[in-house]
């Protein structure tokens, strides 16, 4: 897990949003929000998922944002099973390029619900790339929708995932001719690969975030 950092208040849609924020390392090239697994089963933004994308990221030239979404830590509001929580992510994306307008290209990233939570946000946001993590599809009555771009999506699932089934990915992204990256004998919370998973994103997102 990464050094504990100061949280910062970003104003959302319902109140104040607790948000981690790690900074570019090198050059900035843009800025990137990650957001948490399922609060109802403990996801918050320290989750160490997240974290290790958000210390890959920053390696990779991104301002990285993770907030508390609504209801979540000291964040205001009331969970609201993913709806509500598209437009504060939209928020945090808002205030990171206010912050960063030099850093112009934009990531969207998500482990689990966040994951859902961020294929919602990219039809408004149109990041430059999705960073998509044993993403939560098949598991809300309202269906994900297809990536906003799929040749600039990332999804890495764990082979034995026991919390959203590996197929589920795996269908999602046929239809789109998604590639899938596979973590062998990863579960869904990727315990004993955090590391295989940091070298995953760092070998492959400069690929996808080519112009």
């Given at each position: 897990?990464?050094?504990?950092?100061?949280?910062?208040?970003?104003?959302g849609?319902?109140?104040?949003?607790?948000?981690?924020?790690l900074?570019?390392?090198?050059?900035?090239?843009?800025?990137?929000?990650?957001?948490?697994?399922?609060?109802?089963?403990?996801?918050?933004?320290?989750?160490?998922?997240?974290?290790?994308?958000?210390?890959?990221?920053?390696?990779?030239?991104?301002?990285?944002?993770?907030?508390?979404?609504?209801?979540?830590?000291?964040?205001?509001?009331?969970?609201?099973?993913?709806?509500?929580?598209?437009?504060?992510?939209?928020?945090?994306?808002?205030?990171?390029?206010?912050?960063?307008?030099?850093?112009?290209?934009?990531?969207?990233?998500?482990?689990?619900?966040?994951?859902?939570?961020?294929?919602?946000?990219?039809?408004?946001?149109?990041?430059?790339?999705?960073?998509?993590?044993?993403?939560?599809?098949?598991?809300?009555?309202?269906?994900?929708?297809?990536?906003?771009?799929?040749?600039?999506?990332?999804?890495?699932?764990?082979?034995?995932?026991?919390?959203?089934?590996?197929?589920?990915?795996?269908?999602?992204?046929?239809?789109?001719?998604?590639?899938?990256v596979?973590?062998?004998?990863?579960g869904?919370?990727?315990?004993?690969?955090?590391?295989?998973?940091?070298?995953?994103?760092?070998?492959?997102?400069?690929?996808?975030?080519?112009e």
């Amino acid at each position: 897990m990464l050094k504990q950092q100061p949280n910062i208040w970003i104003n959302g849609p319902v109140g104040r949003l607790e948000t981690i924020y790690l900074p570019a390392q090198g050059t900035a090239r843009g800025v990137a929000v990650i957001n948490h697994p399922n609060p109802l089963q403990g996801g918050l933004n320290t989750n160490k998922v997240v974290q290790t994308a958000a210390k890959a990221l920053t390696t990779l030239g991104f301002h990285c944002y993770l907030p508390n979404l609504r209801g979540v830590g000291n964040s205001d509001g009331e969970h609201d099973y993913g709806r509500g929580e598209v437009a504060d992510c939209l928020a945090v994306v808002d205030f990171a390029r206010t912050q960063h307008p030099e850093a112009t290209k934009l990531v969207l990233s998500g482990f689990s619900f966040g994951g859902y939570v961020a294929l919602f946000s990219a039809l408004t946001a149109r990041p430059d790339a999705l960073l998509l993590m044993g993403p939560a599809i098949g598991m809300y009555t309202v269906d994900v929708p297809d990536a906003y771009n799929s040749a600039t999506t990332l999804l890495i699932h764990g082979e034995k995932d026991e919390v959203v089934p590996l197929q589920n990915s795996m269908n999602w992204a046929e239809a789109q001719n998604l590639p899938v990256v596979v973590i062998p004998g990863s579960g869904h919370f990727f315990h004993g690969k955090l590391i295989v998973l940091r070298q995953w994103i760092e070998r492959l997102f400069p690929a996808v975030l080519a112009e």
